[in-house]
Every structure is written in structure tokens, then in C-alpha cells.
């Protein structure tokens, strides 16, 4: 079969940044790929451990240039070889970091479609200058991603986690998965066995199943143990990668403003269990300012009603 062996024969070449799948935009129209055989369980063309270099400098038209023909607007793929295993909605909370934004666009679309996953990038903004809310970012992400298609499975990444290994597959498990399980700012070891901060994975049963992130952890820290918590309390385990594949590069900056530590977060996680019923994805309120669609992204701004003050 021609078209077979023109892709084997893409498949086998080394550029850096092409994917397994052949420059086709696949017709938005049509259904995702009904027909086709179902992605290997394996993907084939997976590099392993990625060169990451963040001291250039790269604007979003470059990695545009660099990425931008294999994607549909808004930040979406698909295989056109096969059909994806999962539909994957990769969420990222934002505020003021368009550099890291850049960076962690040009690494990541390329691995991603080495992944073979149907999937989108929603980059979710926090509008306005109040307390940071990651979590209840992460909270509207979902949200906002379910209305636009049937996304199964839900990637909360930090803007600055890179991995620097493709096998790190950004797709859910019979049970929440941990990602960036060896960062190089923590010496590339796990801090402590129930960290769930950084790049996460769950399928959409999983997160109802604990009504999501907690609404209200305004400021750094504690919100990524609250969720750890909640999976605990509905008997789910984590599951991670070895501390091999689970390498990531953290772009180094200092603390963004109206992100201190929320001085209430060690009080706030010995209520998880009282709390988690009634904050989180029920509970949910914010308005959207805008959604725009860039063909490396979904960027949606929100209001998130921060407290004032
Ligand atoms: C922990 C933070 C996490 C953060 C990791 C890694 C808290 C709760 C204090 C009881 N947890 O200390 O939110 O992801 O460090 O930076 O601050």
C-alpha cells in the first residue's frame, strides 16, 4: 500500500521536529478517523530522551513555524495513520509567562503527535491581578474543554515542565497518573510519596469521581495535596512512570507576583474530607472574558472571582 509505506518511510526520518504522521490536516468535518485501526499500544516512533534547551529565545511564530502545519486551530491533532486510543484535553493554567509558554509549545505539540493522541491544548488565563488560582484553572480547563469535544482523558501541566523523554505518555491509566515524577530542580527524586504537583493525568471518571481540584487555594502550594488526598479518600492509587522516563526540565524564574504561599494551606489539608464534596467541579463559577483561538492553542481568559484584597 503506497500511503502506508510513504508514512513508514516518513516515520523512519530523524528531523527533530516532524512527527510520525504525514503533513495531512485531517478534515475537521469528518468523524475521528472511524475506520481506521487503532493506534499500537506502543507508539512507534518515539525518540526517548529529548535534547531541551531553554536559552533561546522563541516566539510564538517560531514555533508556529516549527510546529503549526501538522495543526488544526486551536492547538488540536490527530493521528491520520490510525486511530488515536485516547482523547486527551492538555490543560494549562497561565498568567504573564508567554516565554515558558513558547518553550513548552515548541516541546511539546512534537511529542505529543509522536504520542498519537487526538488531543487539544487549552492554555486557561487568569485574568486581572488577584490572589493565582491553579487549581481552580485546572477546574475550568475541564470545563471548558468538554464543551468544545468528548475529551476522555484530562493533562494538567505546569507551563514549565518539559520532559525529556517522549515515552512519558500523556495519557490516562486504570488509576490518576503523576507525570513529572524527577524534575531536575528537586535533583530528579520524587520529594514525597504523595506529590501530585506538576504534569498530572486523569481520565474524565476519575476526576468526577473526586469532584476535581478544590475551588478555593488561593496562592502557591497545597492545592496538588489536596487533590492527592481527595484520590486517596475514593480509593485511587497513583500511578508513575520509572524515574527514568519520568525526567522533566523546569524553566527556572523566580515567584510571580500575587502568587505568594497561602499562608491557610496546611490548615486547609486537614479538611480535604469535609470539603471535597461540595468544592470542586459542582461548585464551580467563574466567567469567560475571551476564547481565542491560535493554531497552537485555545487560550481561554477567565475571571475567577478572587477575593479581594
Ligand atoms: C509542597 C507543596 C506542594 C508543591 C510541592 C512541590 C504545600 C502544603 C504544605 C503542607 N505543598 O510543599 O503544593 O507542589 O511542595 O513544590 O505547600
Not at 501530585?196 to 476519575?206: M, R
Request: net charge neutral; hydrophobic share 30%.
Amino acid at each position: 500500500d503506497r500511503k502506508l509505506f510513504f508514512i513508514s518511510a516518513l516515520n523512519r526520518e530523524t528531523k527533530p521536529e516532524e512527527s510520525a504522521e504525514p503533513t495531512v490536516r485531517p478534515n475537521p468535518t469528518e468523524s475521528p478517523g472511524r475506520s481506521l485501526d487503532p493506534c499500537p499500544d506502543v507508539p512507534p516512533n518515539l525518540r526517548g530522551v529529548l535534547h531541551v534547551e531553554f536559552r533561546t529565545n522563541r516566539t510564538l511564530q517560531d514555533v508556529r513555524n516549527h510546529v503549526g502545519p501538522l495543526l488544526q486551530l486551536g492547538g488540536r491533532y490527530r493521528p491520520t495513520s490510525c486511530r488515536a486510543k485516547q482523547k486527551v484535553a492538555v490543560i494549562v493554567p497561565f498568567r504573564n509567562r508567554s516565554q515558558h509558554l513558547n518553550h513548552w509549545l515548541y516541546y511539546l505539540h512534537p511529542v505529543l503527535m509522536r504520542q498519537q493522541l487526538d488531543y487539544g491544548v487549552y492554555v486557561i488565563n487568569q485574568d486581572g491581578d488577584g490572589a493565582f488560582n491553579r487549581a481552580k484553572l485546572m477546574n475550568i480547563g475541564f470545563n471548558e474543554s468538554l464543551k468544545e469535544y468528548d475529551y476522555d482523558c484530562f493533562v494538567f501541566s505546569d507551563v514549565d515542565l518539559v520532559p525529556l523523554d517522549d515515552r512519558n505518555l500523556y495519557r490516562c491509566s486504570d488509576h490518576p497518573r503523576h507525570l513529572s515524577v524527577a524534575v531536575d530542580k528537586f535533583n530528579f527524586i520524587l520529594p514525597y510519596a504523595t506529590i501530585f504537583g506538576g504534569v498530572t493525568a486523569l481520565s474524565k471518571q476519575q476526576f468526577l469521581k473526586v469532584n476535581g481540584f478544590s475551588n478555593t487555594f488561593w496562592g502557591w502550594g497545597g492545592e496538588d495535596d489536596d487533590l492527592s488526598q481527595r484520590l486517596s479518600y475514593r480509593g485511587m492509587f497513583i500511578s508513575r512512570p520509572d524515574s527514568v522516563t519520568g525526567r522533566y526540565k523546569m524553566i527556572k524564574h523566580g515567584r510571580d507576583s500575587h502568587n505568594d504561599p497561602n499562608p491557610n494551606r496546611e490548615q486547609k489539608l486537614t479538611e480535604t474530607y469535609l470539603n471535597m464534596d461540595t468544592d470542586g467541579i459542582n461548585s464551580l463559577s467563574y466567567t469567560v472574558r475571551e476564547i481565542r483561538k491560535d493554531l497552537l492553542y485555545t487560550f481561554v481568559t477567565v475571571d475567577v472571582q478572587a477575593p479581594a484584597g
